[in-house]
């Protein structure tokens, strides 16, 4: 995909100078092409903030903040962003206070808040950007802004992540992705198919390979029942274990799968987490979706396609590859 444009334009010696180690690391040209970029952040989280960090540090273009919810003590336990003192962030917005503290890590890169309800953007507001990055949304919200990314005649980025207390979930759509692979030291270019968050979430799991990861299924039987109940994302709690139970039941008797597949226990740890997030949960996520960005802007370095899983209770990191529907 290579966002950010091209990289004609010349680091300043500034620039040089400030990110002279990950120059070392990644090459001119991806800092160019890092630094010509635009990034959206939908819902600002425990997880999100710690993307938001990473490549504000690495030096992106600009990134804009789209939160209007009311910071309250909840968001104390994982946010970082945030400071502890209700006389700073009391009557005001996540965006706008993550956006006051962000700025003082790098005042290279320009930080702004995006006003408005991420379920009502539109395509021509996402022109303005590379990459989108989507939290704390249903799963309706996040099918309608990755739709629209694809229809329009740029190529945008979308990635969606959730953490739930020790387990996370980010879904990555490049789209057509050209990069750049070293292989035996000799860079090969390659180019990746990605499906659309509909199709990743639309396959028969009968298809899938039986060593799909639990978390994937559950994650498809929670978003189902927030839509269904008409709960806003992350709003379940334990009190709907019994419904959700029964969801998992049909869904399982549906797609021919054994509900052993979704274990009671697995779904009972994700809906007492309610929106709870665990900040080193929140670290490794948000530090993995910034790799994931850098990569997708500087078109080096495999990504990721498309899902990838990770759970506190083992210490494991999951990549999955979910495919389209077949076209015949």
Request: proline share 5%.
């Amino acid at each position: 995909m290579g966002g950010g444009g091209g990289a004609e334009e010349e680091l300043t010696a500034q620039e040089t100078a400030l990110y002279d180690r990950q120059i070392r690391v990644w090459g001119v040209d991806a800092q160019k092409r890092l630094s010509k970029a635009h990034v959206l952040v939908c819902g600002m989280n425990g997880t999100t903030t710690e993307f938001c960090k990473n490549i504000v540090l690495a030096g992106v273009g600009s990134l804009s903040l789209m939160d209007d919810h009311l910071v309250t003590e909840d968001d104390l336990n994982a946010n970082f962003l945030i400071p502890h003192d209700e006389s700073i962030y009391g009557g005001r917005s996540r965006a706008e206070v993550c956006c006051e503290s962000l700025k003082d890590f790098n005042p290279m890169v320009r930080v702004a808040v995006e006003k408005g309800d991420p379920s009502l953007i539109d395509g021509e507001f996402l022109d303005k950007f590379d990459i989108i990055v989507v939290s704390c949304a249903s799963i309706k919200t996040k099918l309608l802004i990755n739709d629209n990314c694809r229809k329009r005649s740029k190529h945008i980025a979308f990635y969606a992540i959730e953490c739930k207390d020790s387990c996370g979930e980010i879904f990555v759509d490049l789209q057509n992705h050209s990069y750049v692979q070293k292989v035996g030291g000799e860079p090969k270019p390659k180019e990746l198919a990605y499906p659309s968050l509909q199709e990743a979430i639309s396959v028969p799991w009968k298809n899938l390979p039986r060593k799909t990861t639990k978390l994937y299924f559950a994650m498809r039987v929670l978003e189902n029942y927030e839509s269904s109940v008409g709960r806003n994302a992350c709003e379940a709690s334990l009190c709907d274990l019994p419904a959700v139970l029964a969801l998992r039941k049909d869904m399982c008797d549906k797609m021919s799968l054994s509900e052993s597949q979704i274990p009671t226990a697995l779904l009972e740890r994700l809906l007492a987490a309610g929106k709870k997030q665990h900040p080193p949960v929140c670290a490794i996520l948000g530090g993995i979706l910034g790799q994931e960005v850098i990569k997708s802007i500087s078109g080096k370095g495999d990504p990721i396609k498309n899902f990838f899983y990770y759970d506190a209770a083992d210490g494991k990191g999951i990549a999955e590859d979910i495919p389209p529907l077949s076209s015949d």
